[in-house]
Structures are given as C-alpha cells and as structure tokens.
C-alpha cells in the first residue's frame, strides 16, 4: 500500500512540476505548484514525518501560493518586462544557477565530513522545535513575521495607489 501512494504521490508531485514548466498561463503555474506542494506534504507523509507534511501543506501549498498569486493579480501580465530587462534575464538566470548549485553541493560535502566525526545522531521532534523557536529564535521569529506583515502591507498601499491612477 505504501508503495502505492508513494508512487502515486511522487507521479503528482512531478506532473505538477512538468505541468508548471509548460503552462503559459502564471495562474495555473501557481495552480500546478499547489499539486506539488501538496503531493509532497503526502509523501512527508509516508516517511512518518507529520509534523513537516503539516507545514509543507499549510505554508508552501496555503499561504505562499496566496502570496503568488497575489503578486500575479498585481502585475500586468499582458505589458510583460521592457525589453531593456530582458537582456539581463540570461545573465541573472546563470548567475542564480550557480548559486543554487553552489547550495545543493556544500550541504552534502559538509555532511560527509561531519557524519564521519559524528558520534550519534540527535533527534528532534516538534516539542523541541517549539521550544528553540520560541525561547533562543524568539526575536528572530518575531522580525521575520514584521518583516512579513510590512511587506503585505505595501503590498496593498501599491495596489491602491496602482489602482487610483
């Protein structure tokens, strides 16, 4: 049985991938990353992991796609960019590749090398997460949710003001 919702998910998850890499439309885009979001908040799932299934349901396929399309409704898809900005498209595009890959490998590396003068794993669970989130990260969880509110709020002051012209 387990097999079979793994295969289902992970053929979910990457259908929705595949289908946000064709779709032109930014709305089903946004739509097509829901199914991957929630398609791997399912296989989380399956790896007896609920309380990161719970939030990868909640944040990424809840909230942060809200936010998306959000900003889809906002811009005018119709104008696009100027064409002086999509020169530099490429050149960002390589530049953020090399960033990402740069994050994917040194993760790994650093792994090896601290699984082998690792003497024993220690184990988390959510009531140690609350505990570290709300007592050492307190402020820095705090800054973050201003940070979030202050951006929402200009959010909307720009869409009325994009809106009263």
Not at 17 to 21: H, N, P, S, Y
Not at 131 to 138: D, K, M, P, T
């Given at each position: 049985m387990?097999?079979?919702l793994f295969l289902i998910l992970s053929i979910m998850a990457v259908g929705g991938?595949?289908?946000?890499?064709l779709s032109r439309n930014q709305a089903y885009n946004a739509l097509?990353?829901?199914l991957s979001f929630a398609s791997l908040g399912g296989l989380y799932a399956l790896l007896d992991a609920p309380f990161i299934a719970t939030i990868q349901i909640i944040i990424y396929a809840g909230a942060?796609?809200?936010l998306f399309l959000f900003v889809i409704m906002i811009i005018n898809l119709k104008k696009g960019l100027p064409q002086?900005?999509?020169k530099w498209i490429p050149y960002l595009a390589i530049f953020l590749g090399v960033i990402f890959l740069f994050q994917i490998i040194?993760?790994?590396i650093s792994n090896l090398i601290f699984f082998k003068q690792q003497k024993g794993i220690i184990e988390g669970s959510p009531l140690n997460l609350g505990?570290?989130?709300?007592?050492?990260?307190?402020y820095p969880f705090e800054i973050t949710s201003l940070i979030i509110i202050i951006a929402l709020i200009g959010a909307?002051?720009?869409l009325k003001r994009k809106g009263a012209k």
């Open positions: 387990y097999y079979f991938v595949i289908g946000m890499i097509f990353l829901v942060i796609i809200v002086e900005r999509k040194y993760p790994v505990s570290a989130l709300f007592s050492e990260y307190l909307v002051v720009l």
